[in-house]
């Protein structure tokens, strides 16, 4: 199959960086703030350097945008993160030494072009600090489109509201090849799909826990408008994409808070989530209807909100946006 070498590394890297998540948030992260005052921990940190590593060992030529960089754990303040930072590496890659891990954060510096990764270590860095949800999130992009897209999301459970099921969840597509979900431990994936329109148990929406990241009232009022009367779910990081791809959400709006109007959606935050749900049979655009640009840049200064949906209630939420 197409890409299944490229599926393999991500999803092995994923679950080793899932890995070294899971051990740092039971042990109750310190969070760092970075230069846009926003947290960052030693588990992003240690997430990115795994899997950078393992991108850079099979695909040497592949560059990587990654939202994190080693700048400030190469600073003599930040000398003892550095240090957590390794030793959770040297769990998984025993002879990694320190410079070592600061190389592999930083290949993930590097720019959009034909062929490249995107890598988000932990997004929902939030959630994660709170013990709730966050996913590793890894795309590969190539000549603009997204070819393949893992997402780990390690306490996600198989029924997202009720928290049933198996806990910890890989959501995998290849571009035409549908999408999938693998529970941690498993060896045997399962292929997902949207919800249908005429589920009413399911047709619900998400959003973020993190209200400053959205339009609440906005969103509440524009799902209303588009059939959806139940109260949103709300769901830190990604992990909303994998709701709507596993049919147990309908939508997922995301529009510019009142209080960040100029504010632009970075790739990572969204490439690996978008395939998966598109393979599920969904249908990922800006508020205004229009694609998301890939390989523009690591910002996607063309494109304002996010709107996610099964696909038949999209073009309703369009036109609810009216604009
Ligand atoms: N004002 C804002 N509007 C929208 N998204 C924002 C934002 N400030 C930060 N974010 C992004 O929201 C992401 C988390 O998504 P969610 O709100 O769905 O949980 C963050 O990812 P990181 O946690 O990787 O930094 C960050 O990139
Ligand atoms: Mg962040
Ligand atoms: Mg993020
Ligand atoms: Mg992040």
């Known amino acids: 199959m197409a890409y299944e070498a490229e599926l393999q590394v991500a999803m092995a890297a994923t679950l080793a960086a899932a890995k070294l998540c899971q051990k740092v948030q039971a042990e109750i992260p310190k969070a760092l703030e970075k230069k846009d005052r926003t947290p960052v921990t ?58 070592d891990v600061l190389n592999w954060i930083d290949r993930g510096n590097g720019t959009v072009g034909d062929r490249f990764w995107t890598l988000d270590p932990i997004d929902g860095t939030k959630g994660f600090l709170r013990g709730e949800q966050y996913a590793i999130a890894l795309a590969l992009v190539e000549a603009g489109e ?51 329109p005429d589920d009413a148990a399911n047709l619900r929406f998400v959003e973020s826990v993190e209200s400053a990241h959205g339009d609440p009232a906005r969103q509440a009022a524009i799902a209303k408008a588009a059939g959806i009367a ?78 996610v949906s099964n696909g038949p209630i999209h073009d309703a939420v369009i036109s609810a946006l009216g604009i």
């Not at 959770?88 to 320190?98: F, H, K």
């Open 146 to 196: 997204i070819k393949v897209g893992v997402l780990g999301c390690p306490n996600l459970t198989e029924d997202i509201e009720t928290g049933a099921g198996t806990r910890g969840l890989l959501f995998l597509a290849v571009r035409g090849k549908g999408a999938q979900l693998l529970p941690f431990g498993s060896q045997a994936a399962r292929p997902i799909r949207v919800v249908d």
């Open 230 to 307: 139940s109260p949103s779910l709300r769901i830190d990081s990604q992990c909303k994409y994998g709701a709507v791809a596993s049919g147990q959400a309908a939508l997922y709006l995301r529009l510019p808070s009142p209080k960040t109007p100029g504010y632009r959606e970075n790739i990572w935050d969204h490439a690996a989530g978008a395939i998966v749900v598109e393979e599920a049979g969904g249908r990922v655009t800006d508020m205004f209807g229009e694609p998301l640009e890939w390989h523009k840049g690591a910002k996607m200064l063309n494109n304002q909100g996010v709107v």
């Open 42 to 99: 030693i588990a992003d940190y240690g997430s990115q350097a795994l899997i950078c590593r393992a991108i850079a060992a099979a695909f040497p030529n592949d560059a990587i945008v990654g939202e994190e960089d080693a700048v400030a754990l190469r600073s003599a303040e930040q000398a003892d993160t550095l240090v957590h930072v390794a030793q959770q590496v040297r769990e998984l890659v025993p002879d990694a030494g320190t410079q």
